[in-house]
């Protein structure tokens, strides 16, 4: 079993949809990061989190520490929100590890 | 630009020959982590580095990979007597303490 679990794994959206990831881990953790990754592979940090919420334009990420639980929202989705977004967590120990990713398309 | 670069993006060898790549992070960063990613896959912890020192290596990183970082600077990560299954991308990424890390655009090693 992954320390780090996605859902979904692939997620279909019309524009201006309202999205949400969900990631879940099963470590003790220091921070949360969400990831982004364009076909090519860059990686874009989208947020580093410990607790709470952070807002960035139209994405929301979430933590809720007690329930190991985080989740990346996208508000009004756009065709250029298409990316893997991957969730990946900081160990207590120092080591990152990494869901598989949520494939994300977004139609016109 | 100032961001993280990896040299080369593309690398295509055959099995049994030993490659380098190299990373340079972000001047002002102290962490500097190397990561790999298969296809379809999320990317995987190998190794990082405070300053000099490789604080920790995962048990991913076997006998035949090395990575140095002599200065506190660039990075180089060294796999000997490649194998098929040694192809994936190889990422870098680097930040200052426990702050957000950046990424650079990643060595596709292919092996022949």
């Keep these: ?108 | 630009d100032t961001g993280v670069s990896q040299d080369p993006r593309h690398k295509i060898t055959k099995r049994g020959q030993n490659v380098t790549f190299r990373c340079d992070p972000i001047s002002e960063h102290n962490r500097l982590y190397w990561y790999r990613q298969t296809l379809g896959q999320g990317p995987e912890f190998l190794t990082y580095f405070q300053n000099e020192a490789q604080l920790e290596k995962s048990r991913l990183l076997s006998d035949r990979f090395s990575a140095e970082r002599p200065k506190g600077s660039f990075s180089t990560l060294e796999i000997q007597r490649t194998e098929q299954g040694d192809s994936a991308m190889y990422l870098c990424a680097s930040s200052q303490d426990f702050s957000e890390q950046f990424f650079g655009p990643g060595t596709r090693l292919t092996v022949l």
Aim: charged letters at 15%.
């Design chain 1, 1 to 108: 079993k992954n320390e780090v679990e996605q859902s979904p794994q692939n997620l279909t959206a019309q524009e201006g949809e309202f999205i949400t990831i969900n990631c879940s881990y099963s470590v003790g953790i220091s921070a949360l990061h969400w990831l982004q990754q364009h076909p090519g592979g860059g990686i874009v940090s989208l947020f580093m989190l410990s607790s709470g919420k952070k807002k960035h334009g139209r994405l929301i990420a979430t933590i809720n520490i007690q329930e190991k639980h985080s989740s990346l929202h996208i508000t009004a989705s756009h065709p250029r929100d298409s990316a893997v977004y991957i969730c990946a967590v900081l160990r207590t120990g120092n080591q990152f590890y990494f869901g598989t990713g949520t494939s994300l398309t977004v139609i016109p």
